[in-house]
């Protein structure tokens, strides 16, 4: 069954690195989302992404996030200047249409020290 | 400010029992309705969906979607054990998610 993979499971960074969180959406969706959940808290999003580009952002995707589609396989998040209050679990998702069923993938634990 | 309303629990039911987990949202335009279940440290995966108005039924689960009232619920019968995780609804239009709901099933 085919599924979303991420890469790292689990991150651990200095605070004002930049961090790529990677991810592999499954093959024939065209939607790609990310999402991060605090510890504790809520799953909240942060970008969809579709036809290469920006298709909707939170308050949270600010100028500290860039998404990117590198190749045909890859959906990357990257994290320029990372701060404490980014430690989270972060959540790539895909789906075929934008408001068809999203499917998660395993998520990257992001710790920022 | 649209939101997605959730019991955060938590709820408690024996096993075999049904578990009734309920979801209010604010945005009346909103069009797909989704239940999810994450194990502790675990992603959400998708349980059902819901698109229109009234029941849809899988196996053990039954999504129920009210448009006119803004509510959405999912049913769990004969409840075991190993459903004993929070339970997430998500409202895509905007990508919303409740807090969701700690459901434990005691054998």
């Known amino acids: 069954e085919p599924e979303v993979t991420q890469t790292p499971s689990h991150q651990v960074t200095q605070m004002g690195q930049e961090v790529i969180l990677r991810c592999v959406p499954i093959?024939?969706?065209?939607?790609f989302y990310w999402y991060r959940q605090i510890l504790g808290q809520k799953v909240e999003f942060l970008v969809s992404?579709?036809?290469?580009?920006?298709?909707?952002k939170s308050e949270i995707f600010d100028d500290q996030f860039s998404v990117e589609r590198p190749d045909g396989s890859n959906f990357t998040l990257k994290i320029r200047s990372t701060k404490l209050e980014d430690s989270a679990m972060y959540f790539c998702?895909?789906?075929?249409?934008?408001?068809?069923?999203?499917?998660f993938g395993p998520g990257t634990r992001l710790t920022v020290t | 400010q649209k939101e997605v309303e959730q019991n955060s629990g938590p709820l408690s039911v024996p096993e075999g029992a049904i578990a009734s987990l309920n979801c209010t949202y604010s945005?009346?335009?909103?069009?797909?309705f989704f239940w999810y279940r994450q194990y502790s440290g675990k992603s959400p995966e998708l349980i059902m969906s819901?698109?229109?108005?009234g029941d849809k039924e899988d196996g053990r689960f039954t999504a129920q979607l009210n448009k006119a009232s803004q509510y959405v619920s999912l049913l769990i019968r004969d409840s075991q054990p190993s459903d004993s995780a929070t339970y997430l609804c998500?409202?895509?239009?905007?990508?919303?998610f409740g807090a969701g709901t700690r459901l434990t099933v005691k054998p």
């Open positions: 992404f579709y036809n290469n580009e920006i298709s909707e």
């Open positions: 819901i698109y229109s108005n």
């Open positions: 093959s024939n969706h065209l939607y």
């Open positions: 998500a409202v895509t239009n905007d990508m919303r």
């Open positions: 945005d009346r335009g909103s069009q797909s």
């Open positions: 998702a895909s789906s075929e249409a934008r408001t068809y069923e999203q499917y």
